[in-house]
């Protein structure tokens, strides 16, 4: 097998691979958010007007936000055409680019800000994964939507 054969082969694998699952899952994702983001302000109001620990919630809402969000982002359109194929990788594109200028920029806003109102607090914080995560999804949704609306 000569290198261009063995290319075409790689390059059939590909794309054959679909990211993608069911238009029927959007629905399940979008339920599932609706619930986790009712039950994380219900939990808010909970420990703000009641001393309930709610650090039990915390660990488990977060990564099935993320789920319910990832599954929603991935789920086939009803019409799945070029045009939704190429909205839907410059969302991505974007997406990602944003997130990498928010992932760098929020931390030295926070710290600038903080070390202008408590210049002996300011310590200098990482953005967590679960925010990096979620800025990614946010945004690819967001954009992916719009951009579908508008075209």
């Not at 219900?42 to 420990?47: A, Q």
């Not at 929603?72 to 990788?89: G, L, Q, W």
């Not at 990498?100 to 200098?124: D, F, M, R």
Request: glycine share 2%; hydrophobic share 55%.
């Amino acid at each position: 097998m000569n290198i261009e054969q063995f290319c075409n082969a790689e390059k059939r694998k590909i794309d054959k691979m679909d990211f993608q699952i069911p238009h029927i899952y959007k629905k399940v994702g979008i339920i599932a958010l609706v619930v986790l983001t009712v039950a994380s302000i219900l939990s808010l109001l909970f420990n703000s007007f009641i001393s309930w620990n709610t650090d039990l919630l915390r660990p488990i809402l977060k990564p099935l936000t993320i789920i319910s969000m990832l599954i929603i982002a991935i789920s086939e359109e009803k019409v799945e055409d070029e045009m939704i194929m190429k909205i839907r990788h410059r969302a991505f594109s974007l997406s990602v680019i944003w997130t990498v200028i928010y992932a760098l920029t929020q931390p030295l806003a926070t710290y600038g800000v903080n070390l202008v109102l408590n210049s002996e607090k300011a310590v200098y914080e990482d953005v967590g994964s679960f925010i990096i995560l979620w800025f990614l999804l946010v945004t690819y949704l967001a954009y992916f939507h719009l951009a579908k609306r508008m075209a």
